[in-house]
């Protein structure tokens, strides 16, 4: 069956420019989550979304970075005036969302972040 | 506050030896434990989780973890290493009691096996 896809794979910005990374949830996963992995921080959480309800924004580092989920689908991770630290693998997630923190959360496989 | 603490950042073994990868939770109440692989260029894919009841638990992959509360940890352990478990491994707790549901890692190991 079709997993968590993201698109682009790779995506190379320069610095200050805007970035939009898409995820595709598993069809029927009403909870989705953005991870950044990077060498510095390692594999942090960033933002989740679950069904219709308010998003928890406690991860995101600034301003700068937003989402969000149209139709309790697809998920858009924008980040604005990107900055060199912003390099990174930006990875989704999603869940069934039947079970709460105890639910499996299935991987996408990432999208490589490079800002000049 | 909740943190994961994964005992050395790279660890090798012999094809066919046991594998052992540590892992450490910091929490006055046992978290929900997590581990998860990542293959070269792949995204992660859960191995095993303890969230309730059996404190052994069997994954994937003949990998398998057991929750000691009064140690805080949940390492992973394999008896015999094959090649294509080279991989990085990642612990993850989410703490019930938070409310929270996104997963904290650790620093993850890197797993090499020796042929």
């Known amino acids: 069956g079709a997993g968590v896809s993201q698109s682009p794979s790779n995506k190379v910005t320069e610095k200050g420019k805007d970035v939009e990374l898409r995820c595709d949830p598993i069809?029927?996963?009403?909870?989705l989550y953005w991870y950044r992995q990077s060498l510095g921080q390692g594999l942090e959480f960033l933002i989740y979304f679950q069904g219709n309800s308010a998003p928890d924004k406690s991860g995101l580092p600034s301003d700068r970075f937003s989402a969000e989920r149209t139709g309790g689908s697809v998920s858009t991770l924008t980040i604005q005036r990107t900055q060199q630290e912003d390099s990174a693998v930006y990875l989704c997630?999603?869940?069934?969302?039947?079970?709460?923190?105890?639910?499996?959360?299935?991987f996408g496989p990432g999208t490589r972040l490079t800002v000049l | 506050a909740q943190s994961v603490t994964q005992l050395g950042s790279h660890v090798s073994v012999s094809e066919g030896a046991l594998v052992l990868l540590r892992c450490n939770y910091s929490s006055s109440v046992p978290p929900y434990l997590f581990w998860y692989v990542q293959y070269p260029n792949q995204g992660l894919q859960l191995l095993l989780k303890y969230t309730t009841g059996a404190t052994l638990v069997k994954g994937i992959n003949g990998f398998e973890a057991e929750f000691k509360k009064s140690e805080t940890s949940f390492h992973l352990t394999k008896p015999s290493a094959h090649m294509s478990d080279a991989a990085e491994y990642f612990c993850a707790v989410i703490l019930p009691t938070t409310g929270a549901n996104n997963l904290f890692f650790g620093t993850g190991t890197r797993l090499t096996v020796i042929p």
């Open positions: 997630a999603s869940s069934p969302g039947t079970s709460g923190a105890t639910d499996t959360q299935y």
């Open positions: 069809s029927g996963h009403t909870a």
